[in-house]
C-alpha cells in the first residue's frame, strides 16, 4: 500500500470552482484498478491550499492512473485553477 500525497495552491476566488473539479476527478479515480481511497484538506487560514492524501494499492496502479487519459482530461478542469504546479510526493509504510 501506498499513500500520494498532492498539494495545490488555487486561485484566489476560484476555490468553489476548484472543489467541483476536484470532486470530479475523485469520483472518476474511484472506479480505477488500485484505488483504495482519499481525502482532501483545506489549510487552516489558507483556502486557497489543498492537501490530497490518496491511498493505492501499488505503486503501478497509482502510475497507471498517473498517466491515464482519464485524470488528464480531469487535470484540464483543474489545472487552470492553480497558481503554480502541483507537487506531489509518494510515500510508503516504514519498515
Known amino acids: 500500500m501506498i499513500?500520494?500525497?498532492?498539494e495545490r495552491r488555487i486561485m484566489p476566488g476560484?476555490?468553489?470552482e476548484y472543489e467541483q473539479a476536484a470532486r470530479e476527478a475523485m469520483r472518476v479515480s474511484l472506479g480505477v484498478r488500485g484505488f483504495v481511497g482519499g481525502?482532501?484538506?483545506?489549510?487552516?487560514?489558507?483556502t486557497?491550499?489543498?492537501?490530497?492524501?490518496?491511498?493505492?494499492?501499488?505503486?503501478?496502479?497509482w502510475k497507471e492512473w498517473h498517466a491515464s487519459e482519464e485524470r488528464a482530461m480531469?487535470?484540464?478542469r483543474?489545472?487552470?485553477?492553480l497558481t503554480e504546479d502541483e507537487t506531489i510526493r509518494i510515500y510508503e509504510p516504514g519498515y
Do not use: F, N, S, Y
Open 14 to 16: 476560484l476555490e468553489d
Open 39 to 46: 481525502e482532501t484538506l483545506v489549510e487552516l487560514g489558507h
Open 3 to 6: 499513500k500520494i500525497i498532492i
Open 78 to 81: 483543474i489545472l487552470p485553477l
Open 48 to 61: 486557497d491550499r489543498r492537501l490530497m492524501i490518496t491511498k493505492w494499492r501499488d505503486l503501478r496502479a
Open 74 to 76: 480531469a487535470m484540464q
